[in-house]
């Protein structure tokens, strides 16, 4: 492989390290604050991707139903970006309100909640199949496209907004989760879960920040991912999500770091395999891989053992 | 009394079902739902034992029917059939209906091999994680059916058609439906025998308290092999009757909406109860051919039934109990769980 | 040549030692005590006899047989029996079903048996169940064979669990904290049924109890250990006695 090719792989894993990152972030700091694996986060991505994609159309005026009036790129990329991730944070809450928290409160087994997480995520999907048909959608061009070739590489500047993005809120979560009270109190009820409404901080309302910051990051990696890739599938949500899923579980699910990792890792792994093997091995190879490290360290890698007493 | 109860019970359903289908009283289409039916009851069966009674949390197990699918079917493409895939058959066609529940065998066997990539991960791992594995069991099958392209890859395998005309042509017999219903039967009997034991109670012990079994000399590996081996066998061999039923199958027929529907199934008919899976498996098959004609709105519907179950009935129709705990006055023609329990077996 | 041996014993958690050079001898027909302070280490030694962790160092023999590296099930049934400070029984199973359960390393039928409900099954699983309806009569239990532990009141359900772990026909019994959570009536029932089990069975027990009546009462010799490390042993007498035990965990006043 020459450097360039090297070097242009490397960049392309880094775009798509970033998204599944984002959203495996999402899936840890659920499992933080819940002990739950919210399955269905990877179609609140798939959500988030197709909002954007009305949004950015309505807006732009690229549907056939057309607005009285014209806006500048200027307004419409931001505002569509702000409103797609409230939209979907909105469906993340309501996820949590309806169907988790019913559970929680019954102190269901967590089983059942897992099992409910699993449903949701194909209700999502489903809906999206039976409501908008199986027609892939095309997702608008929000940012004009440009392409920086450097020695042989070619950079465009959606993968560097993208990197860019990825790192700047990674780093604004680590400072929420680390140096904030409510990253603190997050961080608290993964421990203890019944201390921390002794300390004067409402569970509900940690949870429900905890669902709103994760579904927005997922929803501006479906934003993203729709520039980056504008062809929109229902199924997106499992095909991206889940791997990001598997990707967080590898950097040890609860662990913001080792989510960050995990999605690095995944998309390094997906692209170098499909570099030099044919495209259908990518996930036996990257699934394989991702098994036997789970099989040397269950936990993953910044995974803590939580140690029962016996 | 009771030694004869369940062989009636039998008897009277190969009555109503493989018996008119060969007198030709059914129907192409009922006899495809009834053994499409009898698929399910061994698929629930089989995840119950996993999900239910051991209490693990398998997400996968379409992989391992999957196995059991391709499998099966390529033997007897193989040997029996004209195939486009591989040619001229290897043996006679007249031999398939020897040859066929062979085949099934040697792919729940697969299945059961297969299954070892869980089993063992299950003995240092639980609950969340163990379910992550077999999820990723399902993505691994799928991927690796996908690179098989002598067998069709992406796009499918087929020509089991071929081969149970040439059994019908030899015998006129329903055959597959016929091989469904000794499936069932060898399902049930296995397992009811098997969770009845002793030996078997050790798995309920595993999901109750796993290192209070280990420190009470429950060997829990051994267990959880035997335990992931029989259900995705099992498994395996509904799959290779499924291949032979629908006669073409692709990757994406054993991937994660399949999971799920045996997902609902087990949970509606009731973890650790067989009563209940048998019956959810009956209800819920007929339930997606009735919603057929409203396409798409089919799969909306399934999770969402998931949903409400888990909200407002996550124990099931039958919880953990069996048809005669609920209905007493058939403890005088069928073993209950609670005579189970003092006796130690299932009939004395 | 000892029932269990026991020679610097040694384990840590991450960076916490939490057993120090541990070292016992214990013999046929003797009921030894583990007392110390919570967070000692005391769970942490029966968890590492019994295999559930394996030692960063030390020796443990059970009848001149090695223990270490061994599982969990196989040392138990070596003749090894055990109960928990929190009571471990499964609840979805009956009394009856919880003890035929712990009889697992003495069957002797297969799996096709069990498939097939064969005639060497039924027999062999009359005599557990005859065995299990026994022993439970044996403790007065039989009415309860068929109920839910978790139904039972908690001094019956401790019961149940000191009778299942004499199914595997142990010569050693470990017990954690058997009177946790139980009023001066039921501590007495305990310790007579204690002495009545060591008599009845021939087992040696040891026993880790926080309440010094148990220990003084029906121990023949006491160890002590404090964040892993052995501070005393000997009689009940001399700990009763021993300043260094007094100052960490009996204090000034002992009953």
Not at chain 1, 97 to 116: D, E, M, S, W
Not at chain 2, 223 to 243: D, P, Q, S
Not at chain 2, 250 to 255: D, E, I, K, L, Q
Not at chain 3, 8 to 18: D, K, P
Request: net charge neutral; aromatic share 10%; charged share 15%.
């Amino acid at each position: 492989m020459s450097l360039e090719t090297f070097l242009q792989n490397f960049i392309n894993s880094m775009q798509i390290g970033s998204f599944l990152a984002l959203i495996a972030v999402g899936y840890t700091m659920v499992y933080g604050v819940l002990l739950l694996i919210n399955f269905a986060h990877g179609d609140i991505f798939m959500v988030g991707a197709y909002v954007g994609y009305f949004l950015g159309t309505l807006l732009l005026n690229r549907f056939d139903f057309q607005l009285p009036f014209d806006l500048p790129a200027w307004v419409v990329v931001p505002v569509t970006v702000i409103l797609t991730m409230a939209i979907t944070a909105l469906v993340g809450v309501t996820l949590e309100r309806v169907a988790y928290r019913p559970l929680r409160n019954r102190g269901a087994h967590r089983l059942y909640l897992v099992i409910t997480a699993l449903s949701a995520g194909l209700l999502l999907e489903y809906l999206n199949l039976w409501g908008l048909g199986a027609k892939d959608r095309q997702f608008p061009e929000l940012f004009e496209k440009q392409i920086y070739p450097i020695s042989g590489v070619s950079v465009t500047n959606i993968q560097v907004m993208v990197i860019l993005l990825a790192f700047s809120v990674m780093g604004v979560l680590w400072f929420i989760v680390q140096k904030t009270r409510w990253g603190m109190a997050m961080r608290a009820i993964s421990y203890d879960r019944l201390a921390v409404p002794l300390m004067g901080v409402s569970v509900d309302k940690i949870i429900v920040t905890t669902f709103v910051i994760g579904s927005a990051m997922a929803a501006l990696a479906g934003v993203m991912y729709g520039s980056a890739y504008p062809i929109l599938r229902f199924d997106m949500g499992m095909l991206v999500g889940w791997r990001a899923f598997i990707a967080a579980v590898v950097g040890g699910i609860g662990s913001i770091r080792g989510a960050m990792l995990g999605g690095y890792l995944m998309g390094f792994t997906q692209i170098y395999v499909a570099a030099f093997l044919p495209s259908t091995y990518r996930d036996l190879i990257t699934f394989t891989v991702f098994l036997l490290i789970l099989a040397v360290r269950p936990n993953g890698l910044f995974g803590v053992a939580r140690r029962t007493k016996v | 009394m009771k030694r004869y109860s369940m062989l009636l019970v039998y008897a009277f359903f190969f009555a109503i079902t493989v018996l008119p289908s060969w007198l030709g009283l059914y129907d192409q289409y009922i006899q495809f739902v009834m053994t499409l039916i009898g698929i399910n009851i061994v698929l629930t069966i089989s995840l119950n034992l996993i999900n239910g009674y051991m209490g693990e949390f398998s997400v996968g197990h379409a992989a391992f029917m999957g196995v059991g699918a391709y499998v099966a079917s390529i033997i007897t493409v193989r040997l029996f059939s004209d195939s486009s895939f591989f040619g001229a058959p290897l043996l006679s066609p007249k031999l398939a209906i020897f040859g066929f529940p062979l085949a099934l065998i040697v792919g729940g066997i697969a299945a059961a091999l297969f299954s070892l990539l869980v089993a063992v991960p299950s003995f240092r791992t639980r609950g969340d994680y163990l379910a992550i594995i077999t999820l990723a069991v399902n993505f691994i099958f799928k991927s690796l059916v996908e690179n098989i392209n002598a067998v069709g890859g992406p796009r499918g395998f087929m020509g089991m058609g071929k081969v149970t005309n040439a059994m019908g042509d030899v015998i006129d017999l329903p055959w597959v439906m016929l091989w469904t219903f000794l499936a069932v039967v060898v399902t049930i009997v296995i397992v009811r025998n098997f969770v009845s034991s002793t030996m078997g109670k050790g798995i309920v012990a595993i999901r109750e308290d796993e290192i209070a079994s280990e420190l009470m000399t429950v060997d829990t590996r051994r267990l959880k092999v035997i335990a992931f081996m029989l259900g995705c066998g099992l498994a395996g061999v509904a799959g290779g009757l499924h291949g032979h039923t629908i006669s073409f199958i692709n990757p994406s027929s054993y991937f994660i909406l399949q999971s799920t529907i045996m997902l609902v199934m087990v949970y509606l008919g009731g973890m650790g109860s067989i009563s209940g899976s048998v019956i959810s498996a009956i209800g819920f098959t007929i339930l997606l051919e009735l919603l057929k004609p409203l396409d798409v709105l089919r799969w909306v519907a399934i999770p969402l039934l998931l949903i409400l179950l888990m909200l407002f009935r996550p124990t099931g129709i039958m919880g953990n109990r069996e048809l005669p705990d609920v209905f007493p006055w058939l403890r005088k023609y069928f073993t209950s769980t609670e005579e189970i329990v003092s006796h130690g077996s299932a009939t004395d | 040549m000892a029932l269990l041996q026991i020679k610097e014993l040694t384990h840590s958690f991450g960076g916490l030692t939490a057993v120090d050079d541990f070292n016992l001898e214990l013999g046929e027909n003797e009921t030894v005590g583990l007392i110390g302070p919570n967070g000692a280490g005391k769970t942490t030694v029966f968890n590492l006899v019994c295999g559930l962790y394996k030692p960063s160092q030390g020796v443990i023999a059970f009848n001149g047989t090695s223990l270490v590296g061994r599982r969990p099930h196989a040392i138990t049934s070596l003749g090894i029996g055990r109960t928990f400070q929190n009571i471990r029984l499964w609840n979805e199973l009956s009394v009856l079903d919880n003890l035929r359960i712990a009889h697992f390393s003495q069957i002797r039928y297969g799996i096709l048996d069990s498939f097939l409900f064969t005639a060497k099954l039924r027999e062999e699983e009359r005599e557990v169940t005859e065995e299990a309806r026994e022993l439970l009569k044996l403790f007065n239990l039989e009415g309860s064979e068929k109920e839910l532990p978790r139904n039972l009141p908690y001094g019956l359900q401790r019961r149940v669990e000191i009778c299942r772990a004499l199914v595997m026909k142990p010569r050693l019994l470990l017990l954690d904290e058997p009177a946790a959570g139980m009023n001066p009536g039921e501590i007495s029932g305990l310790m007579d049924l204690v002495r009545w089990v060591r008599e009845q069975f021939q087992v040696t027990v040891w026993i880790i109890e926080h309440q010094m009546r148990v220990i003084m009462g029906i121990c023949d010799r006491i160890k002590v250990i404090d964040f892993g490390r052995t501070i005393a042993a000997g009689t009940p007498e001399e700990i009763r006695n021993d300043p260094k035990v007094i100052e960490a965990y009996l204090g000034e006043e002992v009953a």
